[in-house]
């Protein structure tokens, strides 16, 4: 509990109060003057004990962030913190871009109004029209939401329904991340976030990337009507597959009539050196979504982008139109004029092209960096700025003295080298990565696509640093941290 007296505007006199006394409420001023102490405190009294947990064995507890601005984030004591995890790819501008701002700005010193629900939205139109315009093929139709969780789910329902199966099943790959909410998490494939809910029963699992697989699948039922796929697999570690594979799930999919979605939720948006990642294996899918960046990293918007054809079928009559028609906030405001001027910003800054080229030299760099350690670096991979660093699994190769120490550790990050070098990057070097749910032994980097060369020189710089230490050192002085 915070104890502490806050700073708060005096209430109104109880005699002119006509409604319920306010509670002891924290103001805005106070929120931000809260002390990393108070912040733990409150999180775990109100947000998550066990996650806690967590951040405190990687030492983010002690980070307060006052402010970020481009590739950094400022914390309390002034101390520049390198990000290199991006929200997982959801600032691709970075820490509040200038133009994002001033457009953000704009709309409320002109008292533009935010709810689209009533009146027909110009933000919101402009911004489909938009997504319909870097989208290739006939993929023009656009549903907003405010999550990707939420773009998934519209993505799975109008893909069902124009489906035209009456029990459709859908198929998805093993290590899928979709959301969390109850209809994706029935096709995110991880018992941890599927716990013991009930989930929709209609789905079916083929391996990623395995095209007999699918093939298999597809052929053997005829109930199957959709088929959803990450075009590059975030939460499994920064998966991707070849051309042939997504050529053959296009011609599968045309040929069985089956209505291919592409989650691009994480790997879209440029990320990976072009607009969608199956821009670069020259397909185009029936259905697709994106979120993270889209709200340019000041805004929680979401999309769903089917083809036309596909989106009439489910919901092209004034009688089916309302089936899944905008919740309250998909098309708000000061959303949509956000994700406007992002897109803009993406072409005109030509950080597409950035993510490519930058993207190239962050993995000849992790490469070089992989000969010199390759008792402790696996692999590198990815494409653009989605790149993957998986440590060897040092479980079974640890040296027997320290492995009493590693066993007081949580079971979480026990034989996890990457959660040893992602604390300790931060605590000794300021940057800051990112862990992957269903391999703890790879490490994503996934930086704003403003990303520049001096930025990969810090990280590969501060990796070499931390590795060259050797990994009984690097061990003991994790575990040492944690009994401070
Ligand atoms: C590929 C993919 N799909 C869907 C989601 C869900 O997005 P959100 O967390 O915004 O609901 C994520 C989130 O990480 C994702 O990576």
Known sequence: ????????????????????AKPNLLTVEDAKALDPQSMADLFKDHINPGQ?????????HK????????????????RKILDFFGGFGSLAFGH???????????????KRHEIAIAFLSQYASA????????????????????????????????????????????????????????????????????????????????????LEALTNAVQSDPDIGVVVLETVQGGGGIIGAPTSYWQGVRALCDKHKVLWVADEVQCGYGRTGRFYAFEHHGVVPDVTALAKSLGAGKAAVGAMIARREVYMKAYGTPKTAMIHAQATFGGIGEACVTAIEGLNVLYDED????AEA?????????????????TIIKDVRGQGLMV????????????????????ILDDKLKGSLSGFIGALLLRDYDVLVAFTEYNRNVIRLEPPLICGEEHVDQFCDALDDLLSRGIVSIVKDFVKSQMG
Request: glycine share 8%; aromatic share 8%; with cysteine.
């Open 1 to 20: 509990m915070l104890d502490r007296p806050l700073v708060t505007a005096p209430p109104l006199e109880a005699p002119l109060r006509r409604g319920q």
């Open 52 to 60: 806690f947990h967590f951040m405190k064995l990687l030492g983010f």
């Open 63 to 78: 980070v307060k962030v006052e402010s970020a601005e481009g590739m950094f984030y400022i914390d309390q004591n002034g």
């Open 96 to 110: 509040n871009h200038p133009r994002i701002i001033e457009a953000r700005q704009r709309f409320q010193d002109e």
């Open 127 to 210: 911004l489909a029209k938009n997504l319909a315009a870097v989208s290739p093929g006939s993929l023009d139709m656009v549903f907003l939401g405010s999550s990707g969780s939420e773009a998934m789910e519209a993505a799975i329902k109008v893909a069902e329904r124009a489906s035209g199966r009456r029990n459709c099943k859908i198929v998805h790959a093993e290590n899928s991340f979709h959301g969390k909410t109850k209809g994706v998490l029935s096709l995110t494939d991880s018992p941890l976030y599927q716990g013991e809910f009930k989930l929709v029963g209609n789905t079916y699992k083929v391996p990623f990337g395995d």
């Open 351 to 354: 950080l597409i092209g950035n």
């Open 358 to 374: 930058v993207g190239a030299y962050l993995l000849e760099r992790l490469e070089a960096i992989h000969q010199k350690y390759p």
């Open 388 to 407: 993957g660093l998986e440590f060897q699994d040092f479980s079974r190769t640890l040296p027997l003295a320290l492995r009493p120490m590693v066993a």
